[in-house]
């Protein structure tokens, strides 16, 4: 499978960036979604989204690629809100092959990422994702499930930075 992409831009690991659940809690309450500084933003369905996500994820030692379904949409849509500039994204081939208990997105981020070292921050994350990659991807490489209720956290985000900053650059 190829999934297309440029290869990256800098030596830094690669972050893929789901958008529905880390970033738009869509199983959260929304008046504890509002309290946690969340916003409500109108586009073809509501989308509740934080704009201090932008400066915190620009802050870690990742380059940044959308791996969402959303694809080019995400840099139109959602970077501008939360103040990301537009970003390299995923494109999904429109088959995947089947890999038991494996999410769709898992066997081609593992392509994207070509070795690179990559953490990949969604909710769909299961054990047979951990498997897989663990089993297909030379590199260092972090799954960090997100809840789709909550959406990325202080915590989050400190775990990202720890293992992106022990991964390092790529020499």
């Not at 992409?5 to 972050?15: C, F, I, V, Y």
């Not at 898992?106 to 994350?125: H, M, Q, S």
Request: hydrophobic share 40%; proline share 8%; aromatic share 12%.
């Amino acid at each position: 499978m190829r999934c297309n992409h440029d290869g990256g831009t800098s030596a830094r690991p690669l972050l893929f960036l789901d958008v529905d659940g880390p970033l738009n809690p869509y199983a959260g309450p929304r008046r504890a979604l509002y309290r946690a500084g969340y916003r409500r933003h109108r586009l073809e369905f509501d989308v509740m989204l934080r704009r201090s996500h932008g400066a915190a994820l620009l802050a870690l030692p990742f380059e940044l690629v959308w791996a969402t379904t959303w694809e080019y949409d995400a840099n139109i849509s959602i970077a501008p809100r939360i103040g990301l500039p537009e970003l390299p994204f995923v494109e999904w081939p429109e088959t995947t092959p089947e890999y038991g208990g494996v999410y769709f997105k898992t066997a081609c981020l593992v392509d994207y990422a070509a070795g690179r070292p990559f953490a990949w921050v969604d909710d769909e994350i299961a054990d047979a994702d951990r498997e897989f990659v663990a089993e297909h991807h030379r590199g260092p490489a972090l799954l960090h499930h997100v809840d789709p209720a909550v959406g990325m956290s202080e915590e989050d985000f400190a775990a990202l930075t720890v293992w992106g900053s022990r991964v390092g650059p790529i020499q």
